[in-house]
């Protein structure tokens, strides 16, 4: 409780210091950022920090964290210094928005943490990842931080996220354990303030034209709170079918439904008794792998659809969660642009943008932030924020081929600027990715694509009909639709270019991917796969119509209306920008259809797992935002009509919430009582092994030896919990962060001979090498080898014994201090 009531503090302090500074570089906003000050602030003490740490001009411990904190506050401060005034009479006229954040952010807070304190142990899937970069952070006495899981190397992973975490952990005394779940709670409530802010903006903006006075309208109508709903409440409709499944409905007349609509486990008869109240171990893990692919040959190929509901009740605190809150502060600086916030003008190697300086730099700032936090991300920011910047020079020059360069420049610029302000970043860091591969057999099936995103299609799509009731003279359906048709055929065409330039340049590699997707002869194969693609036309059709539709609008005449003309939409500036987050969200769903990033997965199971992710951000605010302004602005029969057809949607769509939640929980009553430590479970388990951790924590850093064993297993659980490196972790990780084994070499079968070997030189050649300091040898590592004791009870002094666990102490003589 006191670790929880310290970050609700310090996090609400820092929103405050540093609202001063988003109040200067939000003007065009209604809300001047406050609903984002906290995201803005975290991300920039955490730039600061970092930078300095990693430059050696501030140390990794509170002292450093402090020098962070007292250079964003005197930049705020400086920033507000001529502001104070109209600063305090905002927030007067915005009394009751200023309350509805902070009661919305501190409600968001608690109810994950409530959520997390039922169910937190960081077991299972990559929690254990995430936990060892945490305390990896905390305990590394420079930076960069080292891996945790290979020693001798830095992290090379996207890790701002975890930096940002250990930045409040230190000042708030956390461990590690607990701040494992209260980033988590943390990242939840910037997150929902974050949507609700964007929804905020954008209703007032839309409204504005209408009212009489250029105030915002009052937060206490509450229709701004949709945005939270939407983003991270509101799920694919798995869960429902999960309930009619139980039911057992649809099995009385055979397996017909479920066997078409192919969602394994779904396909299996239902267990008896009947009910509505799923039954299945771990049922509500299905609803993060909806889309089936299968290959030609019929083999069933895994993929990745995750929500953010799901991620949330899962618990991982994985970078594409981390990055929400800050990805919800790259929309808000793409409206501030799009809605002129930052006129002026910006020369930059050579090149003149329409742009002030200030606006300029944010954009930087934000854009190598979301890399470093998430480097999928980038793309997607710099795509919504560049074409922001168009629609922006749209409304002052009107149309013209000179927007394709102001997109170009602009985009370019900008990244080129985001990569060196964080330029330390990539001197470490390595990928998996390998390029761009094509996707010829494997289409999503409409069935599919509308379970994942049909709480979220249907709401855009009657916000794309309201729009149509008032813009058929203006709405251009040739350009529209022929750009989405354009480009649809144009990535089917590019995906059989790429296959055919594989082909000649590795065909090693085209060998590779003709049998991964199950293919015979090149002729074969392509009619295969063009039968496969007409035969799952479903879902390439549906993105044809929500982009076509929104390109319509996008695309329509913008010439000045009438004096006196009320059509419904008259597409006012809210609208082009959600037009924009449908478009962008709808060519991230589209492009796996036809490609995919090439990693070790070998399948396009990663790059749907990334852009849908990304895509559900955009749509559930567009779709929040159209159901928000409908449901003020319908009256009579339509709005009744529309109000039913919502709130039908959304039972559908909250069943996964509502089952999910006291299904992981417990129903709320942990059977080992309630608490934030995600660490706790060692000690319930392993009281022997959590002694020994303990005792870790508090002796002078130095490389583990532990035993080795694959991924999402208990293996590397010493150097997770202390931070300290050891010398190999979970192998197949490594090999993802690193895009091969190289740097690994011969460590996971050094380890088995420093542990199996009775010749005493041996192992002091493996301990000298690695430069170990500390022999764990306990239970793991007893099961896992045949485990020679008797040369480390000779050579090596005995400082933890406690049960089966002993911890044997190298002299430092002994090893390369060097490396």
Same mark, same amino acid.
């Given at each position: 409780?006191?670790?929880f009531?310290?970050w609700?503090?310090?996090v609400?302090?820092?929103?405050?210091?540093?609202?001063p500074l988003v109040y200067?570089?939000?003007?065009?906003?209604?809300?001047?950022g406050?609903s984002?000050?906290?995201?803005a602030?975290l991300?920039?003490?955490?730039y600061?920090?970092?930078l300095?740490a990693s430059?050696?001009?501030?140390?990794?411990?509170?002292?450093g964290v402090?020098?962070g904190?007292?250079?964003?506050v005197?930049? !705020?401060l400086?920033s507000?210094?001529?502001s104070?005034?109209?600063?305090?009479?905002?927030?007067r006229?915005?009394l009751?928005?200023?309350?509805?954040?902070?009661?919305?952010?501190?409600?968001?807070?608690?109810f994950?943490?409530v959520v997390? %304190?039922?169910?937190?142990d960081?077991v299972?899937?990559e929690?254990?990842?995430?936990?060892a970069?945490?305390?990896a952070?905390?305990?590394s006495?420079?930076?960069?931080?080292?891996?945790?899981w290979l020693?001798?190397?830095?992290? !090379?992973y996207?890790?701002?996220g975890y930096?940002?975490?250990a930045?409040?952990?230190k000042?708030?005394a956390?461990s590690?354990?607990?701040?494992?779940?209260?980033?988590l709670?943390?990242?939840?409530?910037?997150?929902?303030?974050?949507a609700?802010?964007?929804?905020?903006?954008?209703?007032?903006t839309?409204?504005?034209?209408r009212r009489?006075t250029?105030?915002?309208?009052?937060? %206490?109508?509450?229709?701004?709170?949709?945005?939270?709903?939407f983003l991270?409440l509101?799920s694919?409709?798995?869960?429902f079918?999960?309930m009619?499944?139980?039911?057992?409905?649809?099995?009385?007349?055979?397996?017909?439904?479920?066997? &078409?609509?192919?969602?394994k486990?779904?396909?299996q008869p239902?267990?008896?008794?009947?009910?509505w109240?799923?039954?299945?171990?771990w049922? &509500?893990?299905r609803?993060s792998?909806?889309?089936?692919d299968?290959?030609?040959?019929?083999?069933?190929?895994?993929?990745i659809?995750?929500?953010?509901?799901?991620?949330?009740?899962?618990?991982d605190?994985h970078?594409?969660?981390l990055a929400?809150?800050?990805?919800?502060l790259a929309?808000?600086?793409?409206?501030?642009?799009?809605?002129g916030?930052?006129r002026?003008?910006t020369?930059i190697?050579?090149l003149?943008?329409s742009v002030?300086?200030?606006?300029?730099?944010?954009?930087?700032?934000v854009?190598?932030?979301?890399?470093?936090?998430?480097?999928?991300?980038?793309l997607v920011?710099?795509?919504?924020i560049?074409?922001a910047?168009?629609?922006?020079?749209?409304?002052?020059?009107g149309?013209?081929?000179s927007r394709?360069?102001?997109?170009?420049?602009?985009?370019?610029t900008?990244g080129v600027i985001?990569?060196l302000?964080?330029?330390?970043?990539?001197?470490g860091f390595?990928s998996?990715?390998?390029?761009?591969?094509?996707n010829l057999?494997?289409p999503?099936r409409?069935a599919?694509l509308?379970?994942?995103?049909?709480?979220l299609?249907?709401?855009?799509?009657?916000?794309?009909l309201?729009?149509w009731?008032?813009?058929?003279a203006?709405?251009?359906?040739?350009?529209?639709?022929?750009l989405?048709l354009?480009?649809a055929?144009?990535l089917?065409?590019?995906s &059989?270019?790429?296959?055919w330039?594989?082909?000649i340049v590795k065909p090693?590699?085209?060998?590779?991917?003709?049998?991964?997707q199950?293919g015979?002869?090149?002729?074969?194969?392509?009619?295969?796969a063009?039968?496969?693609?007409?035969?799952?036309?479903?879902g390439?059709?549906?993105?044809?119509?929500?982009?076509g539709?929104?390109?319509t609008f996008?695309?329509?005449?913008? !010439?000045p209306?009438?004096?006196?003309?009320?059509?419904?939409?008259?597409?006012?500036?809210?609208?082009?920008f959600?037009?924009?987050?449908?478009?962008?969200g709808?060519?991230l769903?589209?492009?796996p259809?036809?490609?995919?990033?090439?990693?070790?997965?070998?399948s396009?199971?990663?790059t749907?797992?990334?852009?849908?992710?990304?895509?559900?951000?955009?749509?559930?605010?567009?779709?929040?935002f159209?159901?928000a302004?409908?449901?003020?602005?319908?009256?009579?029969?339509w709005?009744?009509t529309y109000?039913?057809?919502l709130?039908?949607?959304?039972?559908?769509a909250?069943?996964?919430?509502?089952?999910?939640?006291p299904?992981?929980?417990?129903?709320?009553k942990p059977?080992?009582?309630?608490?934030?430590? !995600?660490?706790?479970?060692v000690?319930r388990e392993?009281?022997?092994?959590?002694a020994?951790?303990?005792w870790l924590?508090g002796v002078p850093?130095?490389v583990v030896?532990?035993?080795?064993?694959?991924s999402?297993?208990g293996?590397?659980?010493?150097?997770?919990?202390?931070?300290?490196?050891t010398?190999?972790?979970w192998?197949g990780?490594?090999s993802q962060?690193?895009?091969g084994g190289?740097?690994?070499?011969?460590?996971?079968?050094?380890?088995?001979?420093l542990?199996s070997?009775?010749?005493?030189?041996?192992a002091q050649?493996?301990?000298?090498q690695?430069?170990v300091?500390?022999?764990?040898?306990?239970?793991?590592?007893?099961?896992?080898?045949?485990?020679?004791e008797a040369?480390?009870q000779?050579?090596?002094?005995?400082?933890?014994r406690?049960?089966?666990?002993?911890?044997?102490?190298?002299?430092?003589?002994?090893?390369?201090?060097?490396?």
């Open positions: 409780m006191l670790s009531l310290a609700y503090i310090t609400t302090l820092l929103g405050w210091l540093t609202f200067r570089l939000f003007p065009a906003l209604a809300d001047r406050y984002l000050a906290r995201a602030g991300l920039l003490w955490g600061i920090f970092w300095l430059l050696g001009v501030a140390q990794n411990n509170v002292g402090l020098l904190l007292a250079i964003l005197g930049l !705020s400086f507000g210094r001529h104070l005034s109209p600063i305090v009479q905002w927030l006229d915005n009751r928005l200023v309350l509805t954040v902070e009661g919305l952010f501190l409600f968001a807070f608690a994950l943490a997390r %304190a039922a169910n937190p960081a299972g899937t929690k254990p990842m995430e936990l970069f945490i305390n952070i905390l305990r006495p420079t930076f960069p931080p080292h891996d945790p020693s001798g190397y830095a992290i !090379s996207y890790y701002f930096v940002m975490a930045v409040l952990a000042l708030t956390t590690g354990g607990v701040t494992f779940n209260l980033m709670s943390l990242v939840f409530s910037m997150s929902a303030v974050g609700y802010g964007v929804i905020y903006n954008l209703l007032n839309a409204d504005r034209g009489t250029d105030a915002p309208r009052s937060a %206490a109508s509450g229709l701004p709170l949709v945005g939270p709903l991270l509101v694919n409709l798995e869960g079918l999960e009619l499944h139980q039911r057992g409905i649809f099995w009385s007349s055979g397996a017909n439904f479920w066997t &078409w609509l192919d969602i486990d779904l396909k239902p267990a008896e008794p009947f009910g109240v799923p039954e299945r171990f049922w &509500w893990w609803a792998r909806v889309v089936q299968y290959d030609l040959a019929g083999n069933f190929r895994e993929v659809d995750e929500f953010p509901f799901f991620s949330y009740l899962l618990g605190l970078p594409h969660v929400m809150p800050f990805g919800l929309v808000a600086v793409a409206l501030n642009l799009f809605l916030g930052w002026g003008e020369n190697f050579g003149r943008l002030s300086r200030t606006g300029f730099f944010s954009v930087a700032v854009l190598g932030g979301l890399a470093f936090l998430n480097t999928w991300d980038i920011a710099a795509a919504l560049a074409a910047y168009v629609l922006f020079r749209v409304g002052e020059s149309w013209a081929w394709l360069e102001d997109f170009i420049l602009f985009g370019l900008t985001a990569i302000l964080y330029l330390p970043f990539y001197f390595s998996q990715a390998g390029g761009i591969l094509p057999v494997n999503t409409g599919h509308w379970v994942m995103f049909g709480p299609l249907l709401p855009i799509l009657a916000y794309l309201y729009l009731r008032g813009e058929k203006r709405a251009n359906w040739r350009a529209g639709f022929g989405a354009g480009a055929l144009f089917w065409i590019f &059989w270019l790429l296959g330039l594989v082909s090693d590699l085209a060998g590779v991917l003709l049998a991964s199950g015979g002869s090149v002729r074969t194969f392509f009619a295969q063009s039968a496969r693609r007409l035969d799952y036309f479903g390439l059709l549906t993105l044809v119509v929500v982009l539709w929104a390109l996008l695309t329509a005449d913008r !010439s209306q009438p004096e006196g003309d009320e059509t419904p939409s008259a597409v006012h500036r809210s609208s082009s959600v037009l924009l987050l449908i478009v962008l709808g060519l769903v589209l492009a259809e036809f490609v995919y990033l090439r990693d070790q997965f070998g396009r199971m990663n749907i797992f990334k852009f849908y992710y990304q895509a559900w951000m955009l749509w559930s605010l567009a779709a929040a159209g159901a302004w409908m449901l003020e602005k319908l009256r009579g029969t709005a009744w109000r039913g057809g709130a039908l949607v959304l039972a559908m909250l069943a996964y919430p509502a089952l999910g939640l299904g992981k929980t417990n129903n709320f059977p080992f009582g309630w608490t934030l430590d !995600s660490a706790a479970h000690a392993n009281p022997d092994e959590a020994a951790i303990a924590q850093d130095g030896a532990e035993a080795v064993g694959g999402y297993t293996y590397a659980r010493i150097s997770t919990h202390t931070g300290l490196p010398v190999l972790g192998p990780h490594e962060w690193r895009g190289a740097e690994m070499g011969s460590r996971e079968g050094d380890i088995a001979t542990y070997t009775p010749d005493w030189t041996t050649t493996i301990l000298t690695y430069d300091r500390y022999v764990i040898v306990g239970t793991l590592e007893r099961s896992t080898y045949k485990v020679n040369k480390f000779q050579f090596l002094p005995v400082v933890f406690q049960g089966d666990v002993v911890i044997y102490a190298v002299p430092q003589s002994w090893t390369n201090i060097d490396g």
